[in-house]
């Protein structure tokens, strides 16, 4: 089984930066891929970013462009990390991490909440 736990939401102004980390433990090996997804209010749960275990990332169109939201891992720390400059009220939501199998198989942490004044 892997665990996930997530954390370095919070407060922020618009125009401010957090770095959210995701950190991964026990069946580690097993995973393939792993993405943040958010949801805010209202709404349903999205995707944010994906990294593999090749350090492919990619993004979803909503972020694309946005050139200060980028995730990335360190293998030394079992940690991805997702970090958002320039963050928005729109970004508000409560971010997820995942962590997937080549199955296709996720798992899922618990959340951090983001929360972005105007």
């Known amino acids: 089984q892997v665990q996930l736990v997530e954390s370095?939401?919070?407060l922020v102004q618009a125009g401010g930066s957090l770095r959210l980390s995701c950190l991964a433990s026990g069946s580690i090996f097993s995973i393939n891929s792993m993405g943040w997804?958010?949801?805010a209010?209202?709404?349903q749960r999205e995707l944010v970013a994906r990294i593999t275990s090749?350090?492919?990332?990619?993004y979803a169109d909503s972020v694309k462009g946005r050139f200060a939201i980028s995730i990335s891992?360190?293998?030394t720390k079992n940690t991805v990390y997702l970090q958002m400059n320039s963050l928005k009220p729109e970004?508000?939501?409560v971010y997820y991490?995942?962590?997937f199998k080549s199955s296709g198989f996720g798992v899922w942490g618990q959340g951090t909440r983001v929360t972005v004044s105007s």
Request: hydrophobic share 20%.
């Open 37 to 39: 997804y958010r949801q």
């Open 41 to 43: 209010p209202g709404k």
């Open 8 to 10: 370095g939401g919070g």
């Open 54 to 58: 090749g350090d492919t990332t990619m």
């Open 97 to 99: 991490c995942a962590a």
């Open 73 to 75: 891992r360190d293998v």
């Open 91 to 93: 970004d508000t939501a």
